[in-house]
């Protein structure tokens, strides 16, 4: 089956600079990778997504890119903001009727 | 809105007892999945579902029962609690293609 693996468990960073949060998987079939945020004592949400059809993704400050090649994807945040400071998990899954396969997440610290 | 409504919210339970972790999900979503949440495991898989009727094994299932009675409802059953199942349980709906998945707010289970 799939695996997923995030790469850096944990991340810091000072205010402003860029995050990067790598994540690569096996399966070659999949096609849709979701990225989620967990801030402290909270439940998950979904931030971007990008589907095996492009490469690249933005949505304000966050980027997503797509390898399939190298069965890799990450995760770019920009101009961090202290708010950026969460656990990100990433995420693949096949189309339809498949379970969705996480990484174990990263600890993001944004120093001010 | 979309909404997965996780109850109860905190338990504590004496080891041996039965517990049972309720899920109800608004967003008409055939999967829904049952995970755990330790320090350093980032989330496992206990259970999934899709749809009514169905349950499927993840991959720590041992010591747990799923339940999925309706489109709606999906439960978690520890029918002999362990302390080792102290953990956070969230639980989450997705669409056919999980591209749309949502996690409720999470359950705080203390076994002691």
């Known amino acids: 089956g799939e695996k997923v693996e995030q790469h850096e468990s944990t991340l810091s960073v000072r205010e402003g600079d860029s995050a990067v949060i790598n994540c690569t998987y096996t399966?070659?079939?999949?096609?849709?990778f979701p990225w989620y945020k967990q801030e402290a004592g909270k439940s998950l949400h979904f931030v971007i997504d990008i589907r095996s059809n492009v490469d690249r993704k933005q949505s304000q400050r966050l980027i997503v890119l797509l390898d399939k090649k190298a069965k890799r994807f990450s995760l770019h945040i920009t101009a961090t903001q202290p708010e950026d400071s969460a656990i990100y998990f990433c995420a693949a899954t096949k189309n339809s009727n498949n379970r969705i396969f996480f990484g174990d997440g990263t600890q993001l610290v944004v120093k001010p | 809105e979309a909404a997965v409504t996780q109850s109860p919210r905190n338990k504590v339970a004496v080891t041996g007892g039965k517990v049972t972790l309720s899920c109800n999900q608004t967003?008409?979503?055939?999967?829904m999945y049952w995970y755990r949440q330790d320090t350093g495991h980032g989330l496992r898989l206990i259970h999934y579902?899709?749809?009514?009727?169905?349950?499927e094994k993840g991959d720590i299932p041992d010591g747990y029962k799923a339940s999925r009675p309706s489109q709606e409802n999906f439960s978690l059953i520890l029918e002999l609690a362990t302390p080792s199942q102290t953990s956070v349980y969230f639980c989450a709906s997705g669409d056919q293609a999980n591209t749309e998945v949502f996690f409720g707010k999470g359950t705080r289970l203390t076994v002691v």
């Open positions: 399966d070659t079939a999949s096609s849709y």
């Open positions: 579902s899709y749809g009514a009727g169905s349950t």
């Open positions: 967003n008409n979503h055939n999967n």
